[in-house]
């Protein structure tokens, strides 16, 4: 097992695949540590916690490994010859359909349409793996997971985010990735409301 103090791989040794089933604890682990990162400053961490107890557990990284309407990837070093990846350097969560919530639904049919829509739900990087590269290669292998979810379904899907409207860095970085500010919306963290702006990566392949 690597500790946190480790050397973060090469960009060009990192592979980013399918999480397994076995690996949803690992997963869950690593979206604890990082959930964390994406909120506003100030946010109370028994806020923060109530959220990832609620919706970060390792059943739910578990049932998405499994899903027909998800793709959950890590990202993992060269040294990833066994069944589990004790600590993987970054994960992300595509989902395919509709937005649960109603003002994500009429951004996303002003900007682009009627759906399906291929959602970035989550897109984070172990703290000691930022600014190696392992964020982009996350990032391609999530718009390939769009395309792929959204062919099974017949057809082609934009992709879409949400992101804290204060994260100046992340909207920076989902620009370079071909996204484009569509709308706001409010998202609730353990009962408190956040703003948020609504990306959109207009093909999602």
Not at 17 to 40: D, M, Y
Not at 83 to 96: Q, T
């Amino acid at each position: 097992m690597t500790s946190p103090q480790t050397a973060p791989a090469r960009p060009s040794s990192v592979v980013v695949r399918p999480a397994r089933a076995a690996e949803s604890a690992h997963v869950a682990w690593l979206a604890a540590l990082t959930f964390p990162l994406a909120c506003p400053p100030g946010t109370p961490a028994a806020t923060m916690a109530a959220h990832v107890a609620t919706h970060l557990a390792p059943a739910a990284f578990r049932a998405w490994t499994v899903s027909d309407r998800h793709a959950l990837l890590v990202a993992v070093g060269p040294d990833d010859e066994g069944e589990v990846v004790a600590e993987p350097l970054g994960y992300a969560l595509v989902a395919f359909g509709f937005p649960d919530g109603p003002e994500e639904r009429a951004v996303l049919e002003t900007a682009v349409g009627p759906g399906p829509y291929a959602e970035l739900s989550k897109i984070y990087v172990r703290p000691d793996a930022l600014g190696g590269g392992v964020a982009a290669r996350l990032m391609d292998g999530a718009v390939d997971a769009a395309a792929r979810l959204a062919a099974a379904e017949g057809g082609e899907a934009p992709l879409w985010l949400g992101t804290n409207g204060e994260n100046v860095r992340a909207q920076s970085f989902y620009r370079k990735h071909g996204f484009e500010v569509a709308g706001t919306r409010t998202y609730d963290v353990g009962g408190v409301q956040h703003d948020d702006v609504v990306m959109v990566r207009r093909q999602a392949g």
